[in-house]
């Protein structure tokens, strides 16, 4: 015991546990936020006004990384290498806001017409969908803003910023739902929500804006050629995946929005608010470890990190799962009577969110190195493959068929990243 305490140590100081504090304090009190908000309309909302509000979350799902995760990959690869030259990472932040309104248009351009259908399919006027559209963008654009920031702040060890930051946003979202369901009138209570979270976006940006502006990111520098040439460069070869990866990660939606039923859309779009329990640990690993891990450059370490954040990954998924499986009824009571029989569909919500889980935690460890070399040649082929051989296998009319796609198109994509990554490190230069 006394030589793993020791072993242990190193990783458990005060400066290491202090971060580790602050991500995982303020994400609990801000995922308990949206998980109350979440229950809230699960229980306040119809079945058939909260699958419209699943298909609108579901679309802003894939707006915002379809908006910014090219840019990312660039982002972080040249801001784990420039991390300790704040004007270097002013130029970075300047370069990377100067392209993001092209995606984030053309990522408006792509998602438009597959919004409109889906929700055509769901009966709303095309006033309804316009005035949703409308919300979505004015969320998309500070959301893609305020990433950039964040990633810079967290680089340079800046996390309380970023903590403080996103609290605000949940805070000014909470309180503002909560006033909308009890003073206004159901009919306009969807797009009034979308609204207030745009609000709150916006104060979101403008306060880690001023903030990072302090610490000395400013957007007063001059744009950089080289570091635009590089994004530029990530965006051409890996910006078809991630259009992909948008629209696939939102698969189980798009088939029962096509082949299901209204009441299947609200039930999974109930069961998905669980996710929300393995949020908390992507926003520990993504606001810490990945950062951490842009910046080492010791090939020993990184392999230390990397073994270790996997295999504990994969311990506390099957504790999760292992408490679902063995008393799902607290679970489905707190969603109401409308989901109490959704027992088995409410382990595979869980599963897929395991698999999901490392799938997350896998990607963002590649992106905060540029490990891409299978991807851009392999992913759209291998994802086409598993979504193939899940419709072949499940019935995708149903909830419970869908969602084994899910999981099946999930498990094929973490074992690509997790390629890249066995790739990347051996690629790591053996350095002390």
């Given at each position: 015991?006394?030589?793993?305490?020791?072993?242990?140590?190193?990783?458990?100081?005060?400066?290491?546990?202090?971060?580790?504090?602050?991500?995982?304090?303020?994400?609990?009190?801000?995922?308990?936020?949206?998980?109350?908000?979440?229950?809230?309309?699960?229980?306040?909302?119809?079945?058939?006004?909260?699958?419209?509000?699943?298909?609108?979350?579901?679309?802003?799902?894939?707006?915002?990384?379809?908006?910014?995760?090219?840019?990312?990959?660039?982002?972080?690869?040249?801001?784990?290498?420039?991390?300790?030259?704040?004007?270097?990472?002013?130029?970075?932040?300047?370069?990377?806001?100067?392209?993001?309104?092209?995606?984030?248009?053309?990522?408006?351009?792509?998602?438009?017409?597959?919004?409109?259908?889906?929700?055509?399919?769901?009966?709303?006027?095309?006033?309804?969908?316009?005035?949703?559209?409308?919300?979505?963008?004015?969320?998309?654009?500070?959301?893609v803003k305020t990433a950039f920031i964040r990633s810079a702040l967290l680089l340079r060890k800046q996390i309380a910023i970023v903590q403080v930051s996103e609290l605000v946003g949940h805070v000014i979202r909470c309180v503002g739902i909560?006033?909308?369901?009890?003073?206004?009138?159901?009919?306009?209570?969807?797009?009034?929500?979308?609204?207030?979270?745009?609000?709150?976006?916006?104060?979101?940006?403008?306060?880690?804006?001023?903030?990072?502006?302090?610490?000395?990111?400013?957007?007063?520098?001059?744009?950089?050629?080289?570091?635009?040439?590089?994004?530029?460069?990530?965006?051409?070869?890996?910006?078809?995946?991630?259009?992909?990866?948008?629209?696939?990660?939102?698969?189980?939606?798009?088939?029962?929005?096509?082949?299901?039923?209204?009441?299947?859309?609200?039930?999974?779009?109930?069961?998905?608010?669980?996710?929300?329990?393995?949020?908390?640990?992507?926003?520990?690993?993504?606001?810490?470890?990945?950062?951490?891990?842009?910046?080492?450059?010791?090939?020993?370490?990184?392999?230390?990190?990397?073994?270790?954040?996997?295999?504990?990954?994969?311990?506390?998924?099957?504790?999760?799962?292992?408490?679902?499986?063995?008393?799902?009824?607290?679970?489905?009571?707190?969603?109401?009577?409308?989901?109490?029989?959704?027992?088995?569909?409410?382990?595979?919500?869980?599963?897929?969110?395991?698999?999901?889980?490392?799938?997350?935690?896998?990607?963002?460890?590649?992106?905060?190195?540029?490990?891409?070399?299978?991807?851009?040649?392999?992913?759209?082929?291998?994802?086409?493959?598993?979504?193939?051989?899940?419709?072949?296998?499940?019935?995708?009319?149903?909830?419970?068929?869908?969602?084994?796609?899910?999981?099946?198109?999930?498990?094929?994509?973490?074992?690509?990243?997790?390629?890249?990554?066995?790739?990347?490190?051996?690629?790591?230069?053996?350095?002390?």
């Amino acid at each position: 015991m006394e030589k793993l305490i020791a072993r242990l140590g190193p990783y458990f100081s005060k400066s290491s546990l202090k971060p580790i504090g602050q991500v995982f304090g303020s994400q609990l009190i801000g995922k308990a936020l949206g998980f109350s908000i979440s229950i809230f309309l699960v229980r306040e909302l119809s079945k058939e006004d909260y699958a419209i509000y699943t298909v609108l979350l579901t679309i802003q799902g894939m707006l915002i990384p379809l908006s910014n995760s090219a840019i990312f990959i660039g982002f972080k690869k040249i801001g784990g290498e420039v991390w300790e030259d704040i004007v270097k990472m002013s130029r970075l932040v300047k370069t990377a806001n100067l392209i993001s309104p092209y995606i984030i248009v053309l990522a408006f351009l792509l998602v438009g017409g597959y919004a409109f259908y889906i929700l055509y399919l769901q009966e709303i006027s095309v006033g309804r969908i316009s005035w949703f559209l409308l919300c979505l963008f004015l969320i998309v654009v500070p959301e893609v803003k305020t990433a950039f920031i964040r990633s810079a702040l967290l680089l340079r060890k800046q996390i309380a910023i970023v903590q403080v930051s996103e609290l605000v946003g949940h805070v000014i979202r909470c309180v503002g739902i909560i006033s909308l369901l009890l003073f206004l009138k159901s009919s306009f209570i969807i797009g009034a929500i979308f609204l207030i979270t745009s609000l709150s976006a916006w104060i979101s940006y403008i306060y880690v804006k001023k903030k990072g502006e302090i610490t000395g990111i400013s957007e007063s520098v001059d744009v950089d050629k080289g570091y635009q040439k590089i994004l530029l460069k990530y965006i051409k070869i890996n910006w078809h995946n991630s259009a992909f990866f948008a629209f696939k990660g939102q698969i189980s939606i798009f088939l029962i929005g096509i082949f299901g039923t209204t009441s299947s859309l609200a039930d999974i779009g109930a069961l998905s608010r669980f996710a929300l329990v393995f949020t908390i640990i992507t926003a520990l690993f993504g606001n810490i470890y990945s950062p951490a891990f842009g910046r080492c450059q010791n090939l020993r370490k990184l392999n230390k990190m990397y073994v270790v954040t996997m295999v504990s990954t994969v311990l506390l998924c099957f504790l999760v799962l292992l408490v679902v499986f063995l008393i799902p009824e607290p679970f489905l009571w707190i969603l109401g009577e409308n989901y109490e029989h959704l027992e088995h569909e409410l382990f595979l919500i869980f599963l897929s969110g395991s698999v999901g889980l490392l799938l997350s935690i896998n990607y963002a460890i590649n992106l905060s190195k540029g490990w891409i070399k299978y991807t851009p040649m392999l992913e759209i082929p291998t994802d086409i493959a598993g979504i193939v051989l899940g419709v072949l296998l499940f019935d995708v009319t149903t909830l419970t068929g869908v969602l084994y796609l899910g999981i099946l198109s999930a498990g094929i994509n973490f074992l690509l990243h997790l390629f890249n990554s066995v790739a990347g490190l051996r690629a790591q230069p053996s350095t002390e």
